[in-house]
């Protein structure tokens, strides 16, 4: 299989063809291949051993011993122990889940070597119910039978699902030579009642003071359902479509809601898990949370401060010790937007795989690809080369290490033993593309094929929907479902995987009515610090990422960079009076606004700043019940005093303009 750079691509973005699946595809990628072999000679070195002790040295203790070396706790079953025999295996269940959830790489070897040792030490000891000396030789079939069973099983199955998977090759190659793989939907929309709302509650969230973190959900750290540095990601993420899409003209206030995000991770209690998995996974005590592995840290947040600085143009991040951590003894981390991406870089340079792990020892395709993203916005804002150095082998890791048969991407591998499993964080533990951009960015070609392969026969099965729309609405109710941190039951995933369907196969109706549908269902009516949707802070976060990213989406963010906004720009805008729900032009000359009282309002008139106006021309602020005119001056700024104490929906344009277009809609009238 040849791997190359991302071909060209037509001018939608996306490959002229798309790339077919290796008809001859590889069990394992070389360094996979590399890492089970070497965990296979091990495993032979310890299995020769215990045979030697068992059938060539025999006696108790020596059988005792190598049976444990032959099947974890195999000696206690020889030597009339069944309880301990079973014990052994509680033990090794529970280092198998912590070499899981905290990269405990030495838990499944210390219980088999102690279970050898405790073996022999007890062979020739006392007995429960049996006399002493006991030795059961109908257990040396028994344990050899065990141990050949777990190993066929692990072949068996890895072997079985690569073979039908291999056989779906040619069936799925037809279909990527002949697939039309529909638009997805680009609509702009306009924010409504339940947006402002949502909008809202974010802010407050994000803009609380910088140590507070009220209304986040603080579990353990390490990677499960309640881990706030992914909360501040999710809404980070979310955020900057909403700034690029519905606010580029007035980013004052969402930009001080996405930096105090960014400036929350660097919080001690986000990111001191670190020191922890770095001492058990890597046996290095050094705190620092970007100088090794991490990348389900270090990627994602880097990719956070990316769209961060795409969305508002800040580049307040750019200067030195911007972004610096301070550890419990004083120690400090500084860093910036340059150096942090440099940090990620040189992690994926120096990991043998290609990619380099979240947890020590565990690289996830996910992970690796928002850290690829992350290198890719860096280069696209500064001009800098990271991506293009990391790209060719970042693509050889994907396509040869990752890549499955039928064009799926496995979820996870260790870095140690070049095994994967479903960890239940994914259906199945794979998916076609992944990242929060799905590869659209990154490997275009890649986005294409995975895209065509997730929606095989999709269109058909959002069109059944189509007929349960009534006056606007999807007549549906979905079913709660737990969320990951088993805090509670939503509806909220659900009606986000199904809006974002109905988008990627082009259907807006049926997204619109699918998002008043989940409104219908899912709203509280709650303000912070409660929720104002029935779900938990990601999974609140991840809807409004879905819900707010049209036209834009974060990856058409990340691959365009920040972009001024043209015409009037209202810079100056009092919070928490005010909420500012839309302030976009489309004509480079005027400006459409939408006002709401913000959290703590008042009856008064507040004073509104806008910039970016020409000098000397008179502007018109109306609509909703205002009417006021102010002229520009020599700095290009005006200033409108109103009471903003009902939502207003809002017009500013000169006069000069205003007059023909009003006086054209009287003649009409």
């Known amino acids: 299989m040849t791997i190359t750079t991302t071909p ?64 974890p706790g195999g ?48 062979a020739e000891g006392p007995r429960l119910f049996v006399e002493r000396g006991t030795t059961w030789g109908w257990a040396i079939p028994v344990v050899y039978a065990l141990a050949a069973a777990c190993v066929g099983a692990l072949a068996w199955t890895f072997e079985a699902r690569f073979r039908r998977k291999r056989a779906m090759v040619p069936e799925l190659n037809a279909y990527l030579a002949s697939a039309t793989v529909p638009t997805p939907v680009r609509t702009p929309r306009e924010p409504g009642d339940v947006d402002a709302d949502l909008l809202r509650w974010a802010y407050e969230l994000s803009m609380q003071p910088i140590d507070r973190f009220d ?17 501040l990601n999710y809404l ?73 600085e795409a969305a508002t143009g800040s580049t307040r991040f750019d200067e030195p010790g911007s972004l610096t951590f301070v550890w419990t003894d004083g120690r400090t981390f500084a860093y910036d937007h340059h150096s942090w991406m440099e940090a990620v870089q040189r992690n994926f340079e120096r ?30 804002l500064h001009g800098t080369h990271m991506w293009d150095d990391i790209e060719p082998r970042w693509r050889e890791t994907l396509e040869r290490e990752y890549l499955l048969p039928d064009g799926n991407y496995a979820n996870i591998r260790s870095t140690h033993t070049g095994l994967s499993w479903d960890t239940g964080e994914t259906p199945g533990g794979e998916y076609f593309t992944t990242g929060s951009h799905s590869f659209r960015d990154v490997a275009p070609d890649l986005h294409a094929r995975g895209r065509a392969l997730g929606l095989r026969g999709a269109p058909e099965k959002f069109a059944k929907l189509r007929g349960l729309i009534r006056d606007g609405m999807l007549q549906l109710q979905l079913p709660e479902e737990w969320e990951r941190n088993r805090a509670r039951r939503s509806a909220v995933p659900g009606w986000t995987k199904l809006i974002g369907g109905a988008r990627a196969v082009g259907d807006d109706e049926l997204a619109e009515a699918a998002i008043r549908a989940h409104d219908a269902q899912c709203t509280t009516g709650l303000h912070w610090p409660q929720m104002p949707l029935a779900a938990g802070v990601s999974n609140l976060a991840l809807h409004l990422l879905v819900r707010w990213s ?75 019940g205002v009417d006021l005119v102010a002229v520009a001056g020599d700095d290009h700024r005006a200033t409108f005093a109103l009471p903003v104490d009902r939502p207003l929906r809002l017009h500013l344009g000169t006069v000069a303009t205003e007059a023909p277009n009003q006086a054209a809609a009287e003649g009409q009238g």
């Open 8 to 71: 060209p691509v037509a001018t939608n973005g996306l490959p002229d063809e798309l790339p077919l699946l290796p008809t001859a595809p590889r069990r394992m990628g070389p360094v996979t291949r590399f890492l089970v072999l070497r965990l296979a000679v091990c495993l032979a070195l310890v299995q020769a051993i215990g045979a030697v002790l068992v059938f060539a040295v025999g006696g108790t203790v020596a059988r005792a011993v190598g049976l444990s070396l032959a099947l």
């Open 75 to 122: 000696g206690f079953l020889y030597t009339a122990h069944p309880l301990l025999f079973a014990l052994t295996w509680v033990a090794v269940t529970v280092a198998l889940v912590l070499w899981w959830g905290m990269s405990l790489h030495l838990g499944i070897p210390a219980v088999w070597v102690l279970s050898a040792a405790a073996a022999g030490l007890l």
């Open 215 to 231: 209304g986040f959900e603080w579990g353990e750290q390490l990677h499960g359902g309640t881990v706030v540095r992914y909360q």
């Open 236 to 308: 980070g993420w979310a955020l900057a479509p909403y700034a690029v899409n519905y606010v580029p003209n007035a980013p004052g206030q969402i930009e001080l809601a996405m930096r105090n995000l960014v400036l929350k991770q660097l919080d001690l209690r986000v990111w001191r898990y670190w020191q922890l998995l770095n001492r058990v996974g890597n046996l290095d005590s050094n705190p620092d949370p970007l100088v090794r592995d991490n990348i389900m840290f270090s990627g994602f947040t880097g990719d956070q401060i990316n769209l961060y």
């Open 351 to 380: 990991s043998r795989l290609g990619f380099f792990p979240c947890e020590p020892g565990w690289a996830f395709a996910a992970c690796n690809t928002i850290g690829a993203q992350a290198l890719y916005g860096h280069d696209r």
């Open 550 to 624: 049209t036209p834009r989406d974060n990856a058409a963010i990340n691959m365009r960079g920040y972009v001024p906004p043209v015409g009037p720009v209202l810079d100056t805008v009092p919070w928490p009076e005010v909420l500012v729900t839309l302030a976009r032009s489309t004509d480079g000359m005027s400006l459409e606004l939408m006002l709401r009282p913000g959290p703590e309002p008042t009856t008064g008139p507040v004073q509104l700043g806008f910039s970016a106006l020409a000098a000397g021309a008179t502007y018109r602020l109306h609509g909703d």
